[in-house]
């Protein structure tokens, strides 16, 4: 059984979403993680759609040439006009593509929201960053550097590499903060970031900064992108954080699947 699409009819954003336009969108991600073409009756059941609702949107999507229709063994599979779609966004970097999503999220939530790659030494990076324009904002400069365990994005690293609880004390011991958590406190928010998908550091890494992060993992598991919003804690309303967590988890997971597709089983 394949992954039900992130959308459903009514309930995506508060609003009534078209079901048939939200059922296609799910038939082409399901066709994108698939290895080989599929027949109507696998992709019905790997969508969670009715077959008959499934051929007729999938013989619409064909005339359009969105799928690919091969009679001899009546499978389908992504067509050219998916291509034809995804040009423009061909050359463009991970940071250009998330940037939409970092500005909406800035300007939703008034604080600076910020990519972080994470790279193969053991650290984080900040390669892109959002602002507000009506907010006092904290300043981040691109190129930032810091170990890859510290802070909220540490947090969520932590989880994702499931370190045994000595291996982290360890490695947490040389970590610097300007007012350093216990380990006992860094663990149980290692833990509650591995339930949750999202964590904060509240003036730890930085005084008098608030931060919430999400991680992005490719196919593997393996921390890709960090993604946060700062705020100076006194201008910051604690009541938001979950709402914020959760959208930073979201949008982590999204950016997860779309760069680092995870590809069907094969399907007879």
């Given at each position: 059984m394949?992954?039900?699409s992130s959308?459903?009819?009514?309930?995506a954003?508060?609003?009534?979403?078209?079901g048939?336009?939200?059922?296609?969108?799910?038939?082409?991600r399901y066709?994108?993680?698939?290895?080989?073409?599929?027949?109507v009756?696998?992709?019905?059941r790997?969508?969670?759609?009715?077959?008959?609702?499934?051929f007729n949107i999938?013989?619409?999507?064909?005339?359009?040439?969105y799928?690919?229709?091969?009679?001899?063994?009546k499978t389908?599979?992504?067509g050219?006009?998916?291509a034809?779609?995804?040009?423009?966004?061909l050359?463009m970097?991970?940071?250009?593509?998330?940037?939409p999503e970092?500005?909406q999220?800035?300007?939703?939530?008034e604080?600076?929201?910020?990519l972080?790659?994470?790279?193969?030494?053991?650290?984080?990076?900040?390669i892109?960053r959002?602002y507000?324009?009506a907010?006092v904002?904290?300043?981040?400069?691109?190129g930032?550097r810091?170990p890859m365990?510290?802070?909220?994005v540490?947090?969520?690293?932590?989880?994702?590499l499931?370190?045994?609880?000595?291996?982290?004390?360890q490695?947490f011991?040389?970590l610097?903060?300007q007012?350093p958590?216990?380990?006992e406190?860094y663990?149980?928010?290692?833990q509650?970031?591995?339930q949750n998908?999202?964590?904060?550091?509240?003036?730890?890494?930085?005084r008098?900064l608030?931060?919430?992060?999400?991680?992005v993992?490719?196919?593997?598991g393996?921390?890709?992108f960090?993604?946060?919003?700062?705020t100076?804690t006194a201008q910051?309303?604690?009541?938001?954080?979950?709402?914020l967590?959760?959208?930073?988890?979201?949008?982590?997971e999204l950016?997860?699947?779309?760069?680092?597709?995870r590809p069907?089983?094969?399907?007879?």
């Open positions: 394949g992954e039900r959308l459903e009819p009514g309930k954003t508060g609003q009534r979403d078209v048939a336009v939200v059922h296609a969108i799910g038939i082409l066709l994108s993680m698939a290895t080989t073409p599929l027949g009756a696998a992709i019905a790997g969508t969670g759609i009715s077959v008959s609702t499934c999938l013989r619409t999507l064909a005339r359009a040439r799928v690919s229709f091969h009679e001899k063994d389908y599979a992504l050219l006009a998916v034809e779609l995804a040009a423009g966004l050359g970097s991970h940071a250009e593509l998330l940037q970092l500005q999220l800035a300007l939703k939530y604080m600076i929201i910020v972080w790659r994470v790279t193969e030494d053991g650290h984080i990076v900040l892109d959002a507000s324009p907010a904002r904290v300043e981040m400069a691109i930032i810091l365990l510290v802070g909220a540490g947090r969520c690293v932590a989880a994702a499931a370190l045994k609880q000595d291996e982290l004390r490695r011991a040389a610097r903060w007012s958590p216990s380990f406190a663990w149980a928010d290692v509650a970031a591995r998908g999202w964590s904060i550091d509240s003036g730890h890494l930085y008098g608030t931060t919430i992060a999400a991680l993992t490719d196919q593997e393996r921390p890709r960090g993604i946060s919003g700062i100076i910051y309303d604690p009541t938001v954080s979950p709402r967590g959760a959208e930073l988890r979201d949008l982590a950016t997860g699947k779309a760069l680092f597709p069907l089983p094969d399907s007879e």
